[in-house]
C-alpha cells in the first residue's frame, strides 16, 4: 500500500469520527478557526483542569482534512498538559513549514504527532495546508495566552 492510499483512508477514517463534534458544558478554552476562502469553520473547546487537558471536542464543520486533523489534534492532546499540547503545536508547525530548508523532524518528534505526520502529505498541497492547519491555529492561541 503506497503513501498517498494511506493517507487517503486515515483522513476519512478521522473525518468520520463524529463523537469528537459536539459542544461541551462549560469549557475552560473557546477558540475558533474560520477559513472563509472554503468554509471551513471549526470551534476547539477543551476543558482544563490542574493544567491537564480533561476533555477536548469540537463543533462546526468542514472538510474532510479539517475536521480530520481536528480530531488527530484532539486525540493528541487529551490527557496532556498545557505544556505538552504547546509542544505538540510547535512540532506540527514545523512540519508544515513550506520552507524549502527546513529541518526535518526527528523519529522522536513524529512519534510525538502520531498519525498527524500523514499530514505532512498536505504541506505539498499549498490550497489545501490552511484546512490543516486550522484547528492547529486555534490550539496554538490557546496555549499561547
Known amino acids: ?11 476519512l477514517e478521522y473525518s468520520r ?6 459542544e461541551m458544558d462549560n469549557p475552560t478554552y473557546v477558540e475558533r478557526g ?11 473547546e477543551l476543558k482544563v483542569e490542574n493544567n491537564v487537558i480533561v476533555d477536548a471536542a ?6 474532510a482534512i479539517s475536521t480530520a486533523s481536528m480530531a488527530m489534534l484532539i486525540d493528541l492532546i487529551k490527557g496532556k498538559t498545557l505544556e505538552e499540547a504547546k509542544e505538540k503545536v510547535d512540532i506540527f508547525f514545523k512540519m508544515m513549514s513550506i520552507d524549502e530548508n ?8 513524529m512519534k510525538k504527532l502520531g498519525d498527524a505526520v500523514l499530514l505532512e502529505y498536505v504541506a505539498k498541497m499549498p490550497a489545501r495546508v490552511k484546512c490543516a492547519t486550522l484547528s492547529w491555529h486555534s490550539l496554538k492561541v490557546i496555549v499561547e495566552n
Open 34 to 44: 474560520h477559513n472563509p476562502n472554503c468554509g471551513d469553520d471549526l470551534t476547539l
Open 17 to 22: 469520527r463524529k463523537e469528537l463534534n459536539h
Open 58 to 63: 469540537f463543533i462546526g464543520s468542514g472538510c
Open 1 to 11: 500500500m503506497d503513501l498517498e492510499r494511506i493517507y487517503q483512508q486515515t483522513i
Open 102 to 109: 527546513k529541518e526535518k523532524l526527528t523519529k522522536e518528534e
